[in-house]
């Protein structure tokens, strides 16, 4: 588990599609978020009871099944709220059907017991993250940025040297370059991004080396 100032993360790679749940503490008063978990309830189960941190907040920076496969039974196994951008609500209805054409076991739909709204600013413990509106990837993904703890949770958003998939229904890559551009490359060089798969980077790192992002790449301005 790593931490930035007194912000935990525990990076836990989940599931065939291979894809990075994140439990997110605050190290002063162990109060902790869920960000998408996919896949492998009892693994998952099991890192947060080795973390001995208290989630009280299961979110999903999209409605794919790699990213929200396993909110339902997470959400009755902890007894918790799940929060994401109302965008989502046909993604998210349609789980049984992505886990259907993945060749995955049947999932159950969660209910989604918040909306998140661009700009919000959600309190963890004594931490807080704003929610970044970043569609393009799908119709409503969001990002979470602690500002003071330099730290960025983008979903499939932003990869290292890469971006995410836009051939998906509520994908636009237009919409998720414009995002990308508006609302991640304008966050400080040092902010560490957690991808929704693979590696994490920095936005400097992807500022300066990631080829999707340079000045005329896909429309890239």
């Known amino acids: ?27 002063e008063s162990n109060k902790a978020w869920l960000i998408d978990p996919g896949d492998d309830e009892e693994l998952i189960a099991e890192h947060i009871r080795a973390s001995r941190l208290d989630v009280e907040l299961i979110l999903c920076t999209h409605a794919h ?6 909110v339902a039974p997470l959400k009755r196994r902890l007894g918790v709220p799940f929060a994401i951008h109302p965008a ?38 004594r931490l807080q993250a704003k929610v970044l509106f ?29 971006i995410g998939r836009t051939d998906l229904p509520g994908g636009s890559l237009p919409k998720l370059l414009s995002a990308i551009r508006d609302q991640l490359l304008c966050l400080d060089d040092d902010v560490v991004v957690y991808c929704g798969h693979g590696p994490e980077t920095t936005i400097g790192v992807e500022r300066v080396d990631n080829p999707f992002l340079q000045a005329g790449a896909l429309g890239f301005d």
């Open 134 to 162: 970043t569609p393009g990837h799908s119709a409503g993904g969001c990002c979470f940025h602690f500002a003071e703890q330099s730290v960025v949770f983008v979903g499939d958003s932003l990869f290292a040297g890469s």
């Open 88 to 125: 989502e609500k046909e993604a998210l209805a349609h789980l049984p059907r992505q886990a259907m054409m993945f060749g995955l076991p049947s999932v159950d739909i969660p209910e989604a017991d918040r909306e998140l709204a661009a700009g919000e600013l959600l309190p963890l413990g």
């Open 1 to 27: 588990m790593r931490e930035h100032a007194g912000l935990k993360v525990e990076t836990i790679v989940n599931g065939p599609i291979m894809g990075n749940c994140y439990l997110v503490g605050d190290a």
């Open 65 to 70: 099944i790699d990213h929200a496969g396993a």
